[in-house]
């Protein structure tokens, strides 16, 4: 079992994440872990496709044997060809033997590590989800370098995502409940935007100087969509990231923000807070579709997990 504890000590042990870590979390860092998670991932697609295989073959098999079987029958003993179909179907009977205990073996092993490299992908996508909202010693930051000075792209991150507008960062809003009719939306939306539809905020309070933004001063977010997507140490907002969710981004000043919600920014869409309030209700965990082994990674569930959409959206094509 991969522990996060371990994974925070290779962060301590291994040279390029430990200088990093002193100022802030290196881009590349963050890069190659999530190249480990995508592979881990692909490994325990991979696996599964093995066990799926392993068990068409095996059922082919049977199918032969049972074939054999039932032809040795219909002759019965006192046909010329019996004792030749009595050979043939003993041979299917030994073959399909071989071949069950062969794929028990291989079942056993490839659901054994497939279970732990789903769990490893799991626990590497916490990981970079920590360490890309810490802050405090670590300042975690995300940075070309680790020079703070050099601030992380969007294009940095690559294998982080599955979609070039999907890494996100939303602000955690609270005092607010879903939005109604139009009138109550209007009346909610005008205490934290500006006369042009941005979300805006006073320090660590929206626009309405009273309702807090939830975070910890965590000191990274992104700078506009002009700036291609910088991460820059200023601001309060509490960050998550994930897929097909909202981009909010952020202006230098660190005053006001614009958020998309199902667009890319280049659609130039300002959302309001119900795109935000809606959003935030579809959040899921990033890339989190590996379910337990002990569920899927089985030869009765194997139909369950490649019907699965959203595993099947990391499943990769030739």
């Known amino acids: 079992m991969v522990s996060l504890t371990a994974l925070v000590l290779v962060i301590c042990v291994v040279p390029w994440i430990r200088e990093a870590s002193k100022a802030a979390l290196h881009a590349k860092a963050v890069k ?3 190249e480990l998670t ?16 392993a068990k068409a073959d095996l059922v082919a098999i049977e199918k032969t044997e049972q074939r054999a079987q039932l032809y040795s029958l219909k002759l019965g003993p006192t046909n010329s060809g019996w004792k030749l179909a009595r050979v043939y179907a003993a041979f299917a009977t030994a073959k399909r033997r071989t071949e069950q205990h062969a794929f028990e073996q291989i079942a056993a092993i490839a659901t054994e590590i497939a279970g732990r490299s789903g769990l490893a992908a799991d626990r590497l996508d916490e990981f970079v989800n920590i360490f890309y909202t810490a802050a405090g010693s670590t300042n975690g930051c995300l940075t070309k370098t680790t020079s703070a000075a050099t601030k992380a792209e969007h294009t940095d991150l690559e294998k982080c995502y599955s979609n070039n507008h999907t890494m996100t960062l939303i602000p955690a809003i609270t005092g607010f409940d879903t939005a109604a009719e139009a009138t109550t939306a209007a009346e909610t939306i005008s205490k934290i935007t500006s006369a042009i539809g941005k979300i805006k905020r006073s320090g660590n309070n929206l626009a309405d100087g009273e ?22 140490q200023r601001g309060e907002l509490s960050l998550r990231f994930g897929d097909d969710i909202i981009i909010v981004t952020s202006g230098d000043n660190a005053q006001t923000y614009t958020a998309w919600h199902e667009k890319s920014p280049t659609d130039g869409r300002q959302a309001t807070l119900y795109d935000v309030k809606q959003a935030l209700a579809k959040l899921t965990t990033p890339e989190a579709t590996i379910e337990p082994a002990n569920e899927l990674l089985t030869i009765e569930g194997r139909e369950k997990l490649t019907a699965t959409p959203s595993f099947r959206k990391h499943t990769p094509t030739s």
């Open 211 to 232: 309702t807090q933004i939830r975070g910890n001063r965590n000191n990274c977010e992104y700078l506009e969509t002009t700036c291609n997507y910088q991460i820059y």
């Open 32 to 34: 190659q872990v999530c």
């Open 38 to 53: 995508h592979g881990l991932k692909a490994t325990t697609v991979d696996l599964v496709s093995l066990i799926n295989n």
